[in-house]
């Protein structure tokens, strides 16, 4: 069985029904993230795992052991919370003791454990300070080594570094990776609504809506082969490039839309389509343009609406037939709006998806 393992779980307040018949297998060792906007269930599925919740349905198995109706310290795991929690009159070495003397773990134990959680999380200086002398990232790290010194096989994170700027953010993330291959038996579930981090933490990304999962898998999948319209939005910034149109099956598959016909002959569909209503997706930084975009199957000339420096790279804003269309370019462009520039695309790349059902095809 997988380190967490969730069957049928049900959870709802009043007539409100906030998780609605979820299963899910996370494998010892894995990195997952529940990834998904405010008030799908994320943060809510997390907290029924700690046991800080009670299910309507359903049970929930940590390490093999069911512990649907377990009290948080007996379940096995710890948490990391948005918010640090630090007692202020203590100590960093105190808030990391705090829990294991109230375990009544012998001193021996608590002092190697402090000893090798400073050492992981690079906060040794800091033992003797208290939280008020400590910036955000120092505190984050604390309240991580404060799970950290449970010794535990599941650990919970509840979007720790969402009160972090950017570039705290950026070095926090690598430090979880490297925390992550250390602790190599460690399951790790970790709740967040930045695609970012998902993206660049998760060995799986677990994408939910309106308390259910949508899709399931590694983040190269949900990037380049989202299940559904839902995902294929929601997963990359800038997000994709939705084309309405529809698909003909005479001789070989085509997209028609308002730009034209795109030839499907390269794309991979999942099954035998049939003629309809879709919508194909694009990647701006799939679209190639001027000598590049001649070479592909599907071209035509776009007049440039906005131009975006983003620094490595620029985002040009355009129309293409009736839908908006956004590609990418180098940093070092020369574009200008008004300009009129050549773009194409390989339908190899892109996402086509039912109009009706929004499933991809």
Known sequence: MASVSIRNLDLSFGSVNVLKNLDLDIE?????????????????????????????????????????????????????????????????????AFGLKNAKVPKDEIATRIKRAAE??????????????????????????????RDVDVFLFDEPLSNLDAKLRAELRVELKRLHRQLENTTMIYVTHDQIEALTLADRIAIMKEGSIQQLADPHTIYNKPTNLFVAGFIGSPSI?????????????????????????????????????????????????????????????????????MGSDTLIWTTLGADEFRFRVGGQTNLAPGETVLIGFDPAAASLFDHETELRL
Request: glycine share 10%; charged share 20%.
């Open 28 to 96: 010892k060792g894995e990195f997952l993230v529940l990834l998904g906007s405010s008030g799908c269930g994320k943060s809510t599925l997390l907290n029924c795992i700690a046991g800080l919740l009670d299910v309507s349905a359903g049970q929930i198995f940590i390490s093999d052991k069911n512990v649907t109706w377990e009290e948080p310290k007996d379940r096995g795991i710890g948490m990391v919370f948005q918010s640090y929690a630090l007692y202020p009159q203590m100590s960093v070495e105190g808030n990391l």
């Open 120 to 149: 992981v999380l690079h906060i040794e200086p800091l033992l003797q300070r208290k939280p008020s002398q400590l910036s955000g990232g120092q505190r984050q790290r604390v309240a991580i080594g404060r799970a950290l010194v």
């Open 241 to 309: 490039n939705l084309i309405d149109g529809s698909i003909e099956n005479d001789k070989a598959p085509v997209f028609n839309c308002s730009s034209g016909t795109i030839n499907l002959k390269s794309y991979e569909f999942a099954a035998p389509v049939n003629a309809g209503k879709a919508v194909l997706g694009v990647r701006p930084e799939h679209v190639a343009t001027g000598a590049a975009a001649r070479a592909l199957s599907f071209n035509t000339e776009v007049v440039i609406d906005v131009v975006e420096p």
